[in-house]
C-alpha cells in the first residue's frame, strides 16, 4: 500500500466518536485536534497492557460461554484499503466456530454495549477477519471496571452499518463542513471548549 492510500485510511476508534457526535469527526479530521488523553484513558492504558498480557495465556474465550482457543492474538495493527480503516485489534482469538474479537474498555459497564462501542467492536472483527482470512463470528465488550463482558454475533447488517458510518466520516472530511451536532452528549465531550456546543 502507497503512503497515500495509508493517509487516506480513517482510525478505528473516529467510528466511536462518530456515534458519539459527529461534529468531533469534523475537529478531528479537518480542524486536526488530537484526541484529549483524560486520566481515566491513561489509567485505560495501563490496565490494558496488564489484559494484553493475560490474552496471550488465555485458554478460553472471555463472555458467557467458555470455548476452547486454538490461537490468541492481542495489539494487532491491521488496515485495509478495502474497507478504509485501520486501528490496533485489542484481543483475537481462533475458535472452532471462527475469530471472536474482544474489545476492551476501561469503564464501568452500561445496561446494553453502546452502538459506537458495538460498531467500534465489528470493524476491528472487519479488520481481523482481513488480516488473518478467517471468518469472525462474533465480537465480545468487556468494561473492564467491573468485568462485565457482551457478545454481539456478527452479521452482516452490522458490517454493512461500519461500512457506511466510514463513508459519512470520509464524506465529513472530503466535505470540510461542520456537521450538526448531538446536543445529548455536549456535557460529557472532550471537544466542549472549542467547540461551544450546539
Ligand atoms: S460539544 Fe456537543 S456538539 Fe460540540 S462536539 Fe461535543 S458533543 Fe458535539
Known amino acids: 500500500m502507497s503512503e497515500d492510500d495509508l493517509l487516506n485510511l480513517i482510525p478505528v ?8 457526535c459527529p461534529r468531533i469527526i469534523y475537529y ?20 490494558h497492557s496488564s489484559e494484553e498480557w493475560k490474552a496471550r495465556r488465555r485458554r478460553s ?18 488496515f485495509s484499503k478495502r474497507i478504509g480503516l485501520y486501528g490496533v485489534i485489542d484481543e483475537v482469538y481462533e475458535t472452532d466456530y471462527g475469530l471472536v474479537v474482544v474489545e476492551n474498555k476501561f469503564m464501568k459497564a452500561p445496561r446494553k454495549p453502546y452502538p459506537s462501542h458495538i460498531y467500534q467492536a ?20 468487556k468494561y ?3 468485568n462485565v463482558a457482551f457478545e454481539i454475533q456478527l452479521t452482516e447488517d452490522l458490517k454493512r452499518h461500519v ?19 448531538n446536543r445529548k452528549k455536549c456535557r460529557n465531550c472532550g471537544f466542549a471548549r472549542i467547540c461551544g456546543g450546539v
Request: glycine residues 8%.
Open 163 to 181: 461500512q457506511w458510518a466510514t463513508s459519512r466520516i470520509k464524506s465529513i472530511i472530503e466535505g470540510e463542513k461542520l456537521p450538526k451536532g
Open 144 to 146: 473492564l471496571r467491573d
Open 61 to 78: 474465550v472471555a463472555g458467557e460461554r467458555k470455548e476452547r482457543v486454538k490461537s490468541a492474538w492481542s495489539k494487532i495493527p491491521a
Open 122 to 141: 465489528v470493524a476491528y472483527a472487519m479488520l481481523a477477519e482481513e488480516k488473518l482470512g478467517r471468518i469472525a463470528r462474533k465480537v465480545v465488550i
Open 13 to 20: 476508534t473516529w467510528i466511536k466518536q462518530y456515534y458519539f
Open 28 to 47: 478531528l479530521g479537518v480542524s486536526g485536534y488530537d484526541e484529549r488523553l483524560t486520566e481515566s484513558m491513561i489509567e485505560g492504558k495501563e490496565f
